[in-house]
C-alpha cells in the first residue's frame, strides 16, 4: 500500500519554542493530507484538512495561529506548533488520501518540558 | 453528542473465543465506514472496509445497520495478535472528512 512518513518520529522541546513537524506521501501525490492530535487513552482528534496550494480548514477549537501548516507540494504538508506548552505534548499523526483510501504516517510524539 | 461512539473495553478474552464490538454513529448521512487498528503507541491501520451488505475477511466480519447507525465487528478464532485497540471511523457531513471513535481495546489471552 502507499507509504506515509512523518519526522521526526519523537521531539522533546522546552516551552516556548515551536517545533516543526513533516508529513510526506513517499509514493502518490496527495491533494489533501490530514492532521490528528491523539491524546493518551483517547481516540485520534482531527485538527485540521492540508490543501495544497490554499489555506488549511481548520477543526472547530483548533487556533489556526498556534498550528501552523502549510501544504506547499503535493506530497509534503508541514504542521508547526508555535510557541509550545506542555499541553501540546500529544502524539501527533498525519494521513494522506490515495482515492478512497486514507494512509497514515507513523506519528510524532511531541513533549513539551 | 459525539461523532462516533464505542465501549472502550478493555474486552479480555481466551485464544480461540469470537468477539464482537459494536460501533455507533449520529450523522444519518455518513456513507463512508471503516475499522481501524491500532497497536499501542503507533498508527493506526485500516482493517476493513464497511460495505452495506457487510463483508468478510477472513476471521473479521464487519456489518452495517443504518436503521440503527451502528456498525459492527466479529472477529471468530481470536489470536494473541489479534490484541490492540480497534477503532471505528465514520465520515461526515463533508465526506472528506474522518472521525474517530476512541477506540475498543482488546485483550486475547493464553
Known amino acids: 500500500g502507499a507509504v506515509v512518513s512523518q519526522h521526526p518520529s519523537r521531539v522533546i522541546c522546552k516551552s516556548g519554542t515551536s517545533v516543526k513537524i513533516e508529513c510526506r506521501s513517499l509514493?502518490?501525490?496527495?491533494?489533501?493530507m490530514f492532521w490528528y492530535r491523539q491524546f493518551p487513552k483517547q481516540s485520534l482528534m482531527l485538527m485540521a484538512t492540508?490543501?495544497?496550494?490554499?489555506?488549511?480548514?481548520?477543526e472547530q477549537g483548533v487556533e489556526k495561529d498556534k498550528f501552523l501548516i502549510n501544504h506547499a507540494s503535493l506530497t509534503l504538508s508541514t504542521l508547526t506548533v508555535t510557541s509550545a506548552h506542555p499541553e501540546d505534548s500529544s502524539f501527533y499523526i498525519c494521513?494522506?488520501?490515495?482515492?478512497?483510501?486514507?494512509?497514515f504516517g507513523p506519528g510524532t510524539r511531541l513533549t513539551v518540558l | 453528542r459525539k461523532e462516533v461512539e464505542q465501549d472502550p473495553g478493555p474486552f479480555n478474552v481466551p485464544e480461540g473465543a469470537t468477539v464482537a464490538f459494536n460501533c455507533t454513529y449520529s450523522n444519518s448521512a455518513s456513507q463512508s465506514f471503516f475499522w481501524y487498528r491500532q497497536d499501542c503507541r503507533k498508527e493506526p491501520k485500516l482493517l476493513m472496509s464497511?460495505?452495506?451488505s457487510g463483508n468478510e475477511d477472513g476471521r473479521f466480519t464487519a456489518q452495517l445497520n443504518r436503521a440503527s447507525q451502528y456498525i459492527s465487528l466479529l472477529i471468530r478464532d481470536s489470536k494473541l495478535s489479534d490484541s490492540a485497540t480497534y477503532l471505528c471511523v465514520v465520515n461526515g457531513n463533508n465526506f472528506n472528512k474522518f472521525y474517530f471513535g476512541s477506540g475498543t481495546k482488546l485483550n486475547v489471552k493464553p
Open positions: 492540508s490543501n495544497e496550494g490554499s489555506k488549511a480548514t481548520y
Open positions: 464497511v460495505y452495506s
Open positions: 494521513s494522506a488520501r490515495d482515492g478512497r483510501d486514507e494512509f
Open positions: 509514493d502518490f501525490q496527495a491533494t489533501t
